[in-house]
């Protein structure tokens, strides 16, 4: 590319174009080079939609559950959800009364859980789960296995 | 999108999986005489309670769009419960 840009400003110099027709055709070059940076972009990992959550347990097995449910004990959960789906969740905390987040700080505060639910901000709740796509959670004990993570 | 398509399954303790598929739309449509007051009652709740009616049918409406893709599954040894939002 610096080759071709070298032969312009050459043919510049020996007159045989104006400088007006060098800046379009150096311009020209410029643009033909410009769709470089999103093809290294597009090669990054697409962003994760869904938060999953799963959990195998074997736990159950001979307990009052698992004959409950005349099974063998083994459960399982898989739950998929919607990032945009948290984040919808997330922005309508912006509509609770400020009343109502009063008496409810009161009452936490009551319980001996000193949070200021009224510094709780939708937009940090939405950077919270911005950076989800970066958590793993992966719990392997002997009789469970939890994972949690972003696809 | 709006969710096109909800499928509740459960499995009792025979094995044998139940499933319903409910599509969205239509059943909003037969739904809608009993729709339209519901919607009016939570509007006029949103006034008593002092929450904005317009930013609630927003949120609402956000939350109804993101639905899509939601999956839920629960196995306890032989039953299970699945519902499924496409």
Not at chain 1, 108 to 128: A, C, F, N, Y
Not at chain 2, 49 to 72: D, I, K, M, N, Y
Request: charged fraction near 25%; glycine fraction near 10%; charge should be neutral.
């Amino acid at each position: 590319m610096n080759e071709q840009r070298r032969q312009v400003l050459q043919m510049l110099a020996e007159g045989k174009i104006t400088a007006e027709e060098a800046e379009r055709l150096i311009d020209a070059l410029g643009r033909d080079r410009s769709p470089s940076p999103p093809e290294a972009g597009s090669r990054t990992k697409p962003r994760p939609k869904y938060l999953r959550v799963v959990v195998v347990s074997e736990e159950g097995a001979g307990d009052w559950a698992g004959e409950a449910f005349g099974g063998d004990g083994t459960s399982r959960i898989n739950i998929r959800v919607p990032l945009q789906l948290l984040r919808a969740g997330v922005r309508l905390t912006s509509l609770v009364p400020p009343q109502a987040l009063t008496r409810a700080n009161a009452e936490l505060h009551r319980s001996g859980v000193d949070i200021d639910l009224t510094q709780l901000k939708p937009q940090h709740i939405e950077e919270l789960i911005e950076h989800l796509d970066e958590l793993t959670v992966d719990i392997d004990s002997a009789d469970a296995k939890v994972q949690i993570f972003c696809e | 999108m709006i969710p096109r398509l909800v499928t509740v399954g459960w499995r009792p303790g025979d094995g044998r999986w139940r499933r319903v598929h409910v599509p969205v739309l239509p059943a909003l449509l037969v739904l809608s005489p009993l729709l339209l007051p519901a919607v009016l009652g939570g509007l006029v709740a949103c006034v008593v309670f002092g929450v904005s009616p317009l930013g609630a049918l927003r949120g609402a409406g956000r939350l109804v769009w993101a639905l899509p893709g939601t999956r839920f599954e629960i196995e306890q040894g032989r039953t299970a419960v699945l519902v499924n939002v496409r």
